[in-house]
């Protein structure tokens, strides 16, 4: 009988391809994939600690699971991810059935640490004596990453280029989970973007909690670090008259870049995969403002396949809480990106992150959120509210706006942006769209993204499901675009504005 494997994931689109490279791993050795719990002999649960909801989510989930192992106690309970390295050996006091915790930087780690949980069990261990905790790397060993691979089907597929955050924004945890930033070879992204676009996807999603990093910390010793990058990200726009640059972990000394000529960075692997690599899409995710400039911009411009949509996080439109955040920029240096950003990529869709309620969030401070939000109109906003964090700096501050105010500045902020969102949606009516087709949805219409990473849904045959097709555009609703096929299947983009 083969092992059964369940493995359910939670928070950010980083988590979600761990999970299908942990699958990977997994079935090379023989696990089948459960589709139901009840059906598993292994139950993972790769976790997120970005917010407490994030967290007790997971707690809550294990604590069930945990009723299931009272029935069956043969059954293997991990948990896996950034709760993993956040909590420890909190997890197993609070969940003393859970037989494994294993942090991100564990994940390859991962099948011998199974073993050795089914080889203590054959000791007879009782069963804390059973626990394996495996937390302790600072760093993704990115050279030992498997060959075997797992992906979810459809027309886009994750690929992760860097892991890791050094930056130390006062209020986030993903610096102590995730550990040191480092760079997968350039070499091996372009080989693994090359076999997708081979194997039938036409859309790559570039992933890493900072991809303006890439190019730091290759497996092999090389790759930029320390302070001559950080001098010329100062020069190429830096953060503006009165931000201290962000704290950067990595400023160690003695790590000069060998040499500009041969630096590898974010906007060079763009143009490397435009270039040489057959898919039709590029979109990536996470850029940190500090990181993104002119270089970056002029990628996007000059790139035929990456979309014209950036997620740019500027967490608050108060330089006052921009400083006490550590975000390393004012509001007015990350407007003038944006506008900079415009002026090469007509059109450009930006979506943004928005933390409300942040220790010492005065009015005024959340009306110039507001006000920022007013001028660079987003696409679209995730607005969250602040939640302490253990561990992190802003842990240590008094959590002083109440519950309420956060509450109605969340609100505020979500309807504020769904009123812009509507605006610009209602903008788009009689324009032509080219729309990558990924499914047909509920209702029976075929469903797919425009470039802009805007929603559109329309009728149409199964035939074109993967297809990139031009759609007019009839309607708009709050946040989709409703509209009909213009023509058949077409090559490039048709949506960026005439010049
Ligand atoms: N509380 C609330 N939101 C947070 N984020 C990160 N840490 C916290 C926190 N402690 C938000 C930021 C980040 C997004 C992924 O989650 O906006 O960009
Ligand atoms: Fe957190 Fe800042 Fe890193 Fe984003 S860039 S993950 S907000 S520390």
């Not at 190019?215 to 092999?220: L, Q, Y």
């Not at 100062?234 to 000069?256: I, K, M, R």
């Amino acid at each position: 009988m083969p092992r059964a494997v369940y493995l359910q994931t939670y928070g950010c689109q980083m988590n979600e391809r761990d999970s299908e490279e942990i699958l990977g791993m997994l079935t090379a050795q023989g696990y089948a994939v459960a589709e139901r719990e009840a059906d598993a002999d292994v139950i993972l649960l790769n976790t997120c600690s970005v917010r407490a909801h994030a967290e007790e989510r997971a707690f809550g989930k294990m604590g069930a699971l945990q009723q299931l192992k009272r029935e069956r106690p043969e059954l293997v309970l991990g948990i896996l991810g950034c709760m993993a390295k956040a909590q420890r050996e909190e997890v197993f006091r609070r969940l003393p059935l859970v037989d494994l915790v294993a942090g991100p930087a564990e994940i390859y780690d991962l099948p011998d640490l199974l073993a050795r949980v089914a080889e203590r069990r054959q000791r007879d261990l009782p069963d804390p004596g059973a626990h394996v905790l495996a937390v302790d790397r600072a760093v993704r060993p990115l050279d030992r990453r498997p060959p075997a691979d797992y992906r979810a089907r459809g027309v886009s597929a994750f690929v992760t280029i860097m892991e890791g955050c050094d930056k130390r924004c006062a209020y986030c945890i993903v610096p102590t989970t995730r550990g040191q930033e480092v760079s997968r070879p350039l070499e091996e992204v372009l080989e693994e973007v090359q076999r997708l676009a081979r194997a039938g996807y036409r859309q790559v999603v570039l992933l890493g909690q900072n991809v303006n990093a890439y190019g730091k910390r290759f497996p092999d010793g090389s790759g930029w670090r320390g302070p001559a990058r950080r001098r010329q990200l100062l020069a190429l726009g830096g953060g503006g008259p009165d931000a201290a640059p962000p704290v950067d972990v990595a400023s160690e000394a003695g790590g000069e870049a060998a040499g500009a000529a041969r630096l590898v960075d974010f906007p060079a692997l763009l143009r490397a995969l435009d270039a040489k690599t057959a898919i039709e899409r590029i979109r990536f995710t996470t850029s940190h403002p500090f990181d993104a400039h002119e270089e970056l911009f002029r990628a996007m411009a000059d790139c035929r396949a990456v979309c014209e949509f950036l997620h740019l996080p500027v967490q608050s439109g108060s330089d006052r809480m921009l400083r006490a955040m550590r975000r390393g920029y004012t509001a007015a240096a990350y407007e003038a990106k944006i506008a900079r950003l415009r002026a090469l990529v007509p059109d450009v869709a930006l979506s943004t992150d928005i933390i409300v309620g942040f220790p010492g969030e005065t009015d005024a401070d959340f009306e110039a959120t507001v006000a920022l939000m007013e001028r660079v109109r987003y696409d679209s906003a995730f607005i969250f509210k602040y939640s302490p964090r253990p561990g992190t700096e802003a842990a240590g501050w008094v959590d002083d706006v109440p519950r309420a105010v956060k509450e109605r500045r969340n609100q505020a902020l979500l309807e504020l942006q769904a009123r812009i969102a509507r605006e610009t949606l209602a903008a788009w009516v009689g324009r032509e769209v080219e729309v990558l087709v990924e499914e047909r949805n509920r209702r029976g219409q075929l469903s797919g993204k425009t470039r802009r990473n805007t929603t559109v849904v329309f009728d149409g045959p199964d035939a074109i499901i993967g297809a990139l097709v031009p759609v007019r555009v009839a309607r708009a609703t709050g946040t989709t675009l409703i509209g009909e096929v213009s023509a058949p299947v077409i090559e490039s983009s048709s949506e960026r504005s005439p010049a």
